[in-house]
């Protein structure tokens, strides 16, 4: 079957780093999406990755291994406004969006 | 980014009424459009795909009749809820992408809906 798995929740600190990590195992692999999502909101597009490596943008930067199946999230200088979900998808070789249950940030002044 | 629009953000309807909920892509043509449904804590569930002009996609387990879904136009889909029920009561939301399958795919704001 297909599985994407992510923590459950993550606490951290104003200012600090924190990393979220995502692993998958998918039938096929057409690339990685990181997607933003505030409380009774719609999510909102972070990252993109297909290739393996690091991708920066601002604060937020994506890394992506295909040969572990593996993806992570990397926010710094923390602020109180990434409190937020933040949902990891694979898109599938059928081109099909496969969804993490996302993981709870918390941070803490 | 690009703009999805989707309405109502919240509703709240009697049960055996019929809810539509409206997604539009303001500034680009969406090819292809979304529709998620979302429980407390839980995933985005993917309902199904339409592309303009043709029917939906529907994912195994969701109610083709009770979930209409049009797309008449590049720039607006619908999705009708049917004689709804409490267990209807959901975040519904909606995503459209303007080109191929690696292009990000920008969400409307969301619908609560509630039945009572």
């Known amino acids: 079957g297909q599985n994407i798995d992510q923590p459950t929740e993550m606490t951290a600190t104003e200012g600090a780093i924190v990393q979220i990590n995502c692993t998958y195992q998918?039938?096929?692999?057409?690339?990685l999406f990181w997607y933003q999502q505030h409380a009774g909101e719609a999510p909102t597009f972070l990252s993109y990755n297909v290739l393996d490596g690091l991708e920066e943008k601002g604060r937020f930067s994506s890394f992506l291994s295909r040969s572990k199946g593996y993806s992570y999230l990397l926010l710094k200088e923390l602020q109180m406004k990434d409190s937020a979900s933040y949902l990891c998808?694979?898109?599938?070789?059928?081109?099909?969006?496969?969804w993490g249950a996302g993981t709870k940030l918390i941070i803490k002044p | 980014g690009a703009v999805v629009s989707q309405h109502p953000s919240w509703v709240i309807c009697k049960s055996g009424t019929s809810v539509k909920i409206e997604c539009r892509s303001l500034?680009?043509?969406?090819?292809?459009m979304f529709w998620y449904r979302q429980f407390p804590k839980q995933s985005l569930m993917l309902m199904a795909t339409?592309?303009?002009?043709?029917?939906?996609?529907?994912e195994q387990g969701v109610e083709k009749d009770k979930f209409l879904i049009n797309h008449a136009s590049l720039t607006l889909s619908t999705l009708t809820v049917t004689s709804a029920h409490p267990e209807d009561s959901s975040f519904y939301i909606c995503s459209a992408r303007e080109g191929g399958e690696y292009t990000e795919a920008f969400f409307g704001q969301g619908t609560r809906l509630t039945v009572v």
């Open positions: 339409s592309n303009e002009g043709s029917k939906a996609t529907y």
């Open positions: 998918t039938s096929g692999f057409n690339g």
């Open positions: 998808a694979v898109l599938d070789s059928n081109y099909q969006l496969i």
């Open positions: 500034d680009f043509q969406a090819t292809t």
